[in-house]
Protein backbone atom coordinates (compact mmCIF):
# COMPACT_ATOMS: atom_id res chain seq x y z
CA UNK A 1 0.00 0.00 0.00
CA UNK A 2 1.53 3.45 -0.81
CA UNK A 3 1.15 6.12 1.65
CA UNK A 4 2.09 9.49 0.73
CA UNK A 5 2.27 12.02 3.85
CA UNK A 6 2.93 16.50 3.61
CA UNK A 7 4.32 18.07 5.79
CA UNK A 8 5.74 21.88 6.09
CA UNK A 9 2.76 24.22 5.52
CA UNK A 10 2.09 26.71 7.68
CA UNK A 11 1.79 30.84 7.96
CA UNK A 12 3.94 32.70 6.01
CA UNK A 13 4.50 36.55 5.20
CA UNK A 14 4.45 37.84 1.57
CA UNK A 15 8.28 37.35 0.26
CA UNK A 16 8.96 34.62 2.49
CA UNK A 17 9.99 31.03 2.21
CA UNK A 18 8.82 27.52 3.33
CA UNK A 19 9.94 23.68 2.29
CA UNK A 20 7.13 21.33 2.21
CA UNK A 21 7.86 17.52 2.69
CA UNK A 22 6.51 14.39 1.12
CA UNK A 23 7.23 11.06 2.75
CA UNK A 24 6.11 8.42 0.60
CA UNK A 25 5.78 4.27 1.41
CA UNK A 26 5.80 1.82 -0.42
CA UNK A 27 8.88 -0.10 -3.43
CA UNK A 28 10.83 1.66 -5.92
CA UNK A 29 10.13 5.34 -4.51
CA UNK A 30 12.40 6.79 -7.68
CA UNK A 31 11.04 5.19 -10.70
CA UNK A 32 7.69 6.70 -10.87
CA UNK A 33 6.95 10.59 -11.38
CA UNK A 34 5.57 12.63 -9.11
CA UNK A 35 4.80 16.21 -8.38
CA UNK A 36 2.58 18.46 -6.04
CA UNK A 37 -0.55 20.16 -6.92
CA UNK A 38 -2.37 22.80 -5.35
CA UNK A 39 -5.94 23.83 -4.63
CA UNK A 40 -7.35 26.99 -2.83
CA UNK A 41 -10.67 28.16 -1.98
CA UNK A 42 -12.69 27.60 -4.73
CA UNK A 43 -10.49 26.97 -7.14
CA UNK A 44 -9.67 23.71 -8.89
CA UNK A 45 -6.89 21.66 -8.43
CA UNK A 46 -3.39 22.66 -10.25
CA UNK A 47 -0.08 21.14 -11.09
CA UNK A 48 2.23 22.70 -9.47
CA UNK A 49 5.68 21.55 -10.06
CA UNK A 50 6.29 17.54 -11.17
CA UNK A 51 9.50 15.67 -12.00
CA UNK A 52 10.29 12.47 -14.05
CA UNK A 53 12.05 9.61 -12.74
CA UNK A 54 14.94 10.66 -14.66
CA UNK A 55 15.00 13.69 -12.43
CA UNK A 56 13.15 16.16 -15.46
CA UNK A 57 11.09 18.45 -13.53
CA UNK A 58 8.36 21.20 -14.69
CA UNK A 59 6.40 23.85 -13.53
CA UNK A 60 3.66 25.99 -13.30
CA UNK A 61 4.09 29.00 -15.13
CA UNK A 62 2.96 30.99 -12.05
CA UNK A 63 6.02 29.73 -9.91
CA UNK A 64 8.49 29.28 -12.52
CA UNK A 65 11.91 30.84 -10.85
CA UNK A 66 10.22 30.55 -7.31
CA UNK A 67 9.59 27.11 -6.77
CA UNK A 68 12.14 23.99 -6.87
CA UNK A 69 10.54 20.44 -6.30
CA UNK A 70 13.89 17.63 -5.95
CA UNK A 71 13.52 13.94 -3.89
CA UNK A 72 15.58 12.18 -2.33
CA UNK A 73 15.87 8.23 -2.92
CA UNK A 74 17.37 7.70 0.07
CA UNK A 75 15.07 9.52 2.62
CA UNK A 76 12.24 8.43 0.25
CA UNK A 77 11.05 12.05 0.46
CA UNK A 78 10.10 14.69 -2.39
CA UNK A 79 10.61 18.09 -1.43
CA UNK A 80 9.30 21.86 -2.42
CA UNK A 81 11.14 24.68 -1.98
CA UNK A 82 9.28 27.50 -2.22
CA UNK A 83 10.67 30.96 -2.42
CA UNK A 84 9.63 34.67 -2.93
CA UNK A 85 5.87 33.72 -1.39
CA UNK A 86 2.75 35.56 -2.52
CA UNK A 87 -0.54 35.54 -1.24
CA UNK A 88 -1.80 33.90 -4.20
CA UNK A 89 0.38 30.93 -3.11
CA UNK A 90 -2.02 30.61 -0.79
CA UNK A 91 -3.91 27.07 -0.80
CA UNK A 92 -3.67 23.67 0.16
CA UNK A 93 -0.95 21.42 -1.37
CA UNK A 94 -0.94 18.06 -1.95
CA UNK A 95 1.86 15.53 -3.35
CA UNK A 96 1.23 12.95 -5.99
CA UNK A 97 2.66 9.87 -7.32
CA UNK A 98 1.63 7.79 -10.69
CA UNK A 99 2.09 4.06 -9.99
CA UNK A 100 1.90 1.43 -12.45
CA UNK A 101 -1.03 0.30 -9.54
CA UNK A 102 -2.79 3.32 -9.83
CA UNK A 103 -2.50 7.63 -8.88
CA UNK A 104 -1.87 7.87 -5.03
CA UNK A 105 -2.46 11.15 -3.47
CA UNK A 106 -1.15 12.32 -0.38
CA UNK A 107 -4.10 14.29 2.39
CA UNK A 108 -2.36 17.74 2.04
CA UNK A 109 -1.16 20.43 3.81
CA UNK A 110 -1.99 24.07 4.17
CA UNK A 111 0.23 26.84 2.79
CA UNK A 112 -1.05 30.49 3.71
CA UNK A 113 0.66 33.50 2.69
CA UNK A 114 -0.38 36.70 4.57
CA UNK A 115 0.96 39.36 6.28
Known amino acids: QVQLVESGGGLVQPGGSLRLSCAAS????????MGWYRQAPGKHRESVAT???????NYADSVKGRFTISRDGTKRTMYLQMNSLKPEDTAVYYC?????????WGKGTLVTVSS
Open 51 to 57: ITSGGTT
Open 26 to 33: GYSFMIFP
Open 96 to 104: NQNRSTGTY
